[in-house]
């Protein structure tokens, strides 16, 4: 039995690096949007970090590049950072490829499984023109399909294990433009209008509050369990209150079902609540409304409705991005 301790409200960061034995060559340093402990095939992700301090980047690039050196690394290698309050720390060290390479190698337009066959067959970085960190341009957001439409029944709820089966990615120069792209690829674009349902665990009530004021503030008509409700009440948020089902209520499944509901945000914590947001979540999945469960991808999806009203989103491929 493996006991991990849990970091609690922890930024995690992959990085992904190049190394011939004598250099170490950072790829690409990129940050889950979702907290440290959902597994890293499931989390959100967009590079260049958006929410690490440079100060803290620069850390992790020097801790990256003395353990591939001290490990005597030959070709690609994987590093899992954790940043809380305000101190990194090394969650995982893999002397091999990881999921992220592809990503991380469309972002750059630098071929990192190629140079480190190459490396590996006897060659070198340098001579391979690979001495420095790619220069990425924008934001690259990469999004994981899951597959739950297709397996009714199964928990919905981001964890330490991996149920994506698949991954797509979104660009912009707008960090918002590229979220709501990378939505959109894995199948459930964001609303620019209409109703969100809120119901948040008692530790989420206060981002959950600043949640329920965006998406108020955008226009979007709110409604809420007894006690998130009560909380946006008191702030001075127009909310209509809904039964939980756990009361025998059909409420929130009706109105998710009958098409009146365009955005769930359902953050479950406690006995009841797995239970409970278990209908709210399968029909929010049966009805492909799209269903948001940790506050740091509800804080993203605002972000990208807010830029969408602003400026219309605009596609181009990936090979245009780099010819340009």
């Known amino acids: 039995i493996l006991i991990d301790k849990f970091m609690e409200d922890a930024f995690e960061i992959d990085v992904d690096a190049l190394g011939d034995g004598e250099r170490v060559v950072v790829g ?6 979702e907290e440290a402990g959902v ?6 992700c967009v590079l260049p970090p958006y929410k690490v301090s440079a100060y803290h980047q620069g850390i992790m ?4 590049e003395q353990l591939g050196l001290a490990l005597g690394v030959r070709g690609l290698m994987n590093v ?15 002397p091999r490829a990881s999921r992220t ?7 750059t337009g630098l071929n990192m499984a190629y140079i480190a066959a190459q490396v590996m067959a006897g060659r070198n970085l340098e001579e391979l023109g690979v001495t420095e960190e790619p220069r990425v341009d924008g934001f690259f957001i990469k999004e994981a ?3 739950f439409k297709k397996l009714p029944g199964s928990s919905i709820l981001l964890g330490p294990e991996m149920h994506s089966t698949g991954e797509v990615m979104g660009h912009a120069s707008h960090f918002g433009h590229a979220f709501a792209k990378s939505q959109i690829a894995a199948g459930t674009g964001l609303p620019q209008s209409g109703a969100v349902l809120i119901t948040v665990n008692d530790y989420d009530k206060s981002a959950g509050l600043n949640f329920a004021r965006d998406m108020s503030r955008m226009g979007f008509k709110l409604y809420a369990t007894p006690g998130t409700a009560d909380m946006c009440a008191r702030a001075g948020l127009a909310v209509e209150v809904v039964e939980k089902a756990q009361d025998g209520s059909t409420q929130i499944v009706d109105l998710i079902r009958g098409g ?3 955005l769930v945000l359902n953050t479950p914590l406690g006995p009841h609540a797995h239970t409970d947001g278990a209908e709210i979540r399968s029909a929010a999945i049966a009805m492909n409304v799209p269903l948001l469960t940790t506050l740091s991808a509800a804080m993203a999806a605002v972000s990208a ?3 969408m009203g602003k400026k219309e989103l605009r596609y181009r491929s990936l090979q245009s991005h780099f010819s340009n």
């Open 101 to 107: 390479v592809p990503y991380a190698s469309k972002a």
């Open 145 to 147: 399909v899951l597959p």
């Open 260 to 262: 009146k509901i365009q």
């Open 305 to 307: 409705i807010q830029a």
């Open 39 to 44: 597994h890293s095939g499931d989390a959100a």
């Open 61 to 64: 690039r020097e801790y990256t």
């Open 80 to 94: 899992q950072f954790a940043l809380k309050d305000e101190v990194v720390c090394v969650l995982e060290v893999n």
């Open 28 to 33: 690409a340093v990129m940050q889950h949007i």
